[in-house]
């Protein structure tokens, strides 16, 4: 039989004058505006096309849309400050004029955070859990913007296909977790405006049976009475669920909806998709079920 379902605590993250409730799960559509993205064959690394894209995602139910002008997989490049700024800004300005919908920046860097929470960004989502511009912490403090601190075994902003391994994968995180916090709130940064991200994939390790295990557990992250991010899309510990098979990236989706399911029922608060409309339906699927659930 099921265990029960893990219910959301009613919490809210505030952003100046906007509010997002976390009370049900959101989702995150992710939009990445570069020439090499690991995922979409960079199908939106032009303006416009990453605008039109934008609007689809909205269309099919995005509650937040999470925008990168850098990729941060393994062999993706060093884009400067100004291109990155270039790639990302005036899609933020565009979409916020004509949406309120929430948007994050997808950044390490501190100078492209303050430009795009200048440009109507709600939030920044930084890999290096603020370990990569020592800036940005200060610049989180000072907009009193949401932030997601995301677990990552490389220091730096682009991961690694290292096979690393781990006595408890868990208990690795929590010490992350708790370093990190303690680092946020000595800067400045309210506890309540942070989500923790597990990280996923090669983040973690090239072996996926640590991805597995976090997603597995992932409950046990509640411990911080924080707001839970899982971004799994299309990631590599998926690629290889299939005996005798190695998954493209579209080949993923399936694999990835059935352990966001599963961290979903867990208590996660947002599911970070390129695929927006499967994640809409997934989120209305797992409501469904809980509610059925309470009957």
Known sequence: MFSAPFELPSRTLHSGQKELKLDTPRLMGILN???????????????????????????????????????????????????????????????????????????????????????????????????????????????????????????????????????????????????????????????????????????ISGKAKYSFEVIRSISELHEFDLPLLLGPSRKSFLAEVSPGRSLNFSERDIPCVAVSSIALWQGVSIIRFHEVEQGRLLIDTIKALKSGAAI
């Open 33 to 203: 505006s570069t020439p090499d993205s690991f995922s979409d064959g960079s199908s939106f690394y032009k303006f416009d096309a990453a605008l039109a894209q934008a609007r689809k995602m909205i269309t099919d139910g995005a509650d937040w849309l999470d925008i990168g002008g850098e990729s941060s997989g393994p062999e993706s490049t060093d884009v400067s400050l100004d291109e990155e700024l270039q790639r990302v800004v005036p899609l933020i300005q565009t979409i916020h004029a004509e949406s309120d919908i929430w948007i994050s920046v997808d950044t390490w860097k501190a100078e492209v955070a303050r430009q795009s929470l200048e440009a109507g960004a709600d939030a920044v989502n930084d890999v290096t859990a603020l370990r990569g511009d020592a800036e940005m912490a200060k610049v989180i403090a000072e907009y009193q913007v949401p932030v997601i601190l995301m677990f990552s075994k490389d220091s730096s902003a682009r991961t690694t296909r290292v096979q690393s391994d781990y006595e408890d994968v868990l208990d690795t995180l929590k010490s992350f977790f708790r370093e990190r916090l303690e680092f946020a709130e000595s800067n400045g940064i309210h506890k309540s405006q942070i989500v923790l991200d597990p990280g996923m994939g090669l983040f």
